[in-house]
Every structure is written in C-alpha cells, then in structure tokens.
C-alpha cells in the first residue's frame, strides 16, 4: 500500500508531469470559487493530503497562506525542497488528515486530486467533522474527484515519461467492485536507466467509488451548504470530474 508515497515519492511529479502543467488552471478555478462561493474572505488555506505540493505551492504563489498537511514524510520532503527553491514559505506538517486538531484556523480547506476517495464511508463522515472544525464560519471545503462508474478505461494504459536521465515506463489498469463501490487502482512504474536496468514497482491502493450525489448527500449532513461543480466550470451533463464545494 502507498507505493506511491513512500519509495516513488521522488518520481511523484514526473508521473503527474501533465497534471502538475494543468495545475495553475485549477488554482484559476478554485480561487474564483472562494470569492463566489465562500462566505468570508479567504487568506489561510489548509491543503489536506497535499502530497508534493503541486496545488499548494500554487496557492502559496498566488499569496494565500498556506499549511500542506500529508500522511507521507517522503511527499513532504519533496514539496519543502520545492517551496525552498522557489523561496515560498509554506509550512508543510505530517499528519493524518482524520487527526487534525485545528480549530476555526483557516477560511478555507482543499483536498486536491481526488484524494477523498482515500476516506470510506465512516472516515470520510470524520473527514467532514475535522473539515469543519478548522474551519471559521463562512469557511469553504473544496475536494474534487472523478466517478470511475462513467466512463473512462479499465485498462491496461501505458505511458512514459521522463527524471533526468531515467525513464519511467507506466502501465494503469483498474479492478471496479460494483458491490462495495471499492476501486483497486494498480499500477507498475518501471524506471529503465540508461545502462538498461529496470527497477519495478507495483502500485495497489483501494479507493472509494463516490457518485457526485454520494458526495453532495453526505456534505449536506455537515455543512450549511454543499453543492457540485463540473471539472472547472459550473456542473455539465456530460462531467466526469467534479468539484465539492461545502461552507461552513
Ligand atoms: N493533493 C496532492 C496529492 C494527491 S496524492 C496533489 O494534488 O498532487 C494523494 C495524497 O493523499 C498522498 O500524498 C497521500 O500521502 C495522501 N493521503 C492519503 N491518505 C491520507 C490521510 N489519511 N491523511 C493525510 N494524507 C493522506
């Protein structure tokens, strides 16, 4: 489990080269959705699981205050060595998002790159309780997520990418069960180095499968109110990724 973010944690950024290039795009969006949809001005933001800092170095470059909090050292340690090149500060603490102790901290809270799929159904009601608590009143919960049940391919996808003189060769496939809405996510990253020696790694994480309404139902109970967004704009029929927006 978390292959990912232990020994690949290096290889993060690189794997997610096309998703890190997009991330200024979501940062457009999420800061449009704080003047809309929040209820108080937003300055201090708490990025939960926030992995190598890719969202929240982001947020710390359009001058909000920010604290990244993440299970994994072996992330954190990439996204401090990232904040210390760029010379942002951000304060970047392990932890595990169900455990957090802030009280009403922050005006806002994110939990980028479908990471609330990481939160079954019980942990994810805790999840919106600790959400709650670090937030002041009028405070905004932004999460976004795709739902695997629409679309999109069981796999095998193989693609590469490259770290300096590495290459990473990367083949996804996913394993759906409808009966527990889990979701076996697997993938092997292979880094060939020049020479030719090949390292491998298996990747085996469980998700939770959330419709939009799952999500929305749930942030309901929570939060005074919740709603759904499409990826990046205003909810569409055709939407594959969506975006939970919950106040305080
Ligand atoms: N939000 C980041 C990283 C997403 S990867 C981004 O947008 O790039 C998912 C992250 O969730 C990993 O870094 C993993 O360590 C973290 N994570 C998983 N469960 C967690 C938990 N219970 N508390 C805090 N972080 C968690």
Known sequence: MHELYTVL???????????AERVGEEI???????????????????????????????????????????????MLAVARRKAEREGLSVEFVQGDALEID???????????????????DSAIQELFNSV???????GIFIADFPCWYYGGRDGPIV?????????LIITDWREVEPGTQ???????????????????????DELNIYT???IRLLAERHFKKAKIYGDLHELRPSDRRYWLVAVK
């Open 212 to 214: 939009p309404r799952e």
């Open 9 to 19: 944690a290096e290889y993060y950024d690189a794997i997610y080269r096309r998703r």
């Open 28 to 74: 457009d969006f999420v800061v449009g959705l704080f003047r809309k949809e929040a209820e108080r001005e937003v300055t201090r933001v708490l990025d939960l699981a926030c992995g190598t800092g890719i969202p929240t170095l982001e947020l710390a470059r359009r001058g909000y205050g920010v604290v990244g909090l993440d299970l994994h050292e072996e």
């Open 182 to 204: 889990k979701l076996h996510f697997k993938r092997l990253v292979q880094i060939v180095k020049p020479d030719g020696s090949v390292r491998a790694f298996m990747v085996d």
């Open 132 to 138: 709650k608590r670090a937030l002041k009143p009028g």
């Open 102 to 120: 802030f009280r009403k901290e922050f005006d806002a809270v994110t939990m980028f790159f479908s990471s609330i799929m990481y939160f079954d």
């Open 159 to 167: 693609w590469d990418e490259r770290k300096g003189n590495e290459r």
